[in-house]
């Protein structure tokens, strides 16, 4: 989509960037709402104390399958290798961060909340409490 466009590169990076992360959220949508794709995702799932680590626990057959979803996001949208690495260097330090023990005084986090995923927020994503889970998705 986007190599069609020849849009400037001031305009097509953070285009591009927005796709894939949206893209990307879609696929995390499917890992919890698709059946045989939650069975893989679980892993990732069931670690309780979250930290660092938590961001790269994965199932082997969820990564074999995110790689094929990943080159289906690359060749659909079209983004240069500046893009794709702006994107993936985003998505790593945001995933390792939003996983992290980082305990951030409440005021700050409701402030970060309006523009990024924090700790506590994402905490509520993983959590085994059905009260505070069927807001953000299957976690079961």
């Known amino acids: 989509m986007l ?3 020849r849009l400037p590169e001031w ?6 960037v927005i796709l894939l992360d949206y893209t990307l959220y879609v ?8 059946s045989w794709l939650w069975r893989f995702h679980v892993v990732h799932h069931v670690d309780l104390d979250l930290d ?24 659909l949208i079209g983004v ?11 998505v790593l330090l945001s995933i390792l961060f939003h ?12 402030r970060l909340n309006r523009f990024i ?5 994402h905490g ?6 059905q009260e505070k889970r069927t807001r953000t998705g299957r976690a079961d």
């Open 27 to 34: 696929w995390h949508v499917l890992t919890h709402r698709v």
């Open 80 to 90: 240069s290798p500046l893009a794709l690495s702006v994107w993936q260097t985003a």
């Open 52 to 75: 660092a680590s938590t961001a790269l626990r994965f199932h082997c057959g969820e990564l074999v399958l995110s790689v094929a979803w990943r080159a289906g996001q690359i060749l």
């Open 124 to 129: 509520i994503h993983h959590s085994i409490v």
């Open 99 to 110: 996983h992290s023990n980082a305990r951030l005084e409440v005021e700050t986090e409701r």
């Open 117 to 121: 995923v924090t700790p506590r927020m």
């Open 11 to 16: 305009v097509e990076v953070p285009l591009a």
């Open 3 to 5: 190599k069609w466009t």
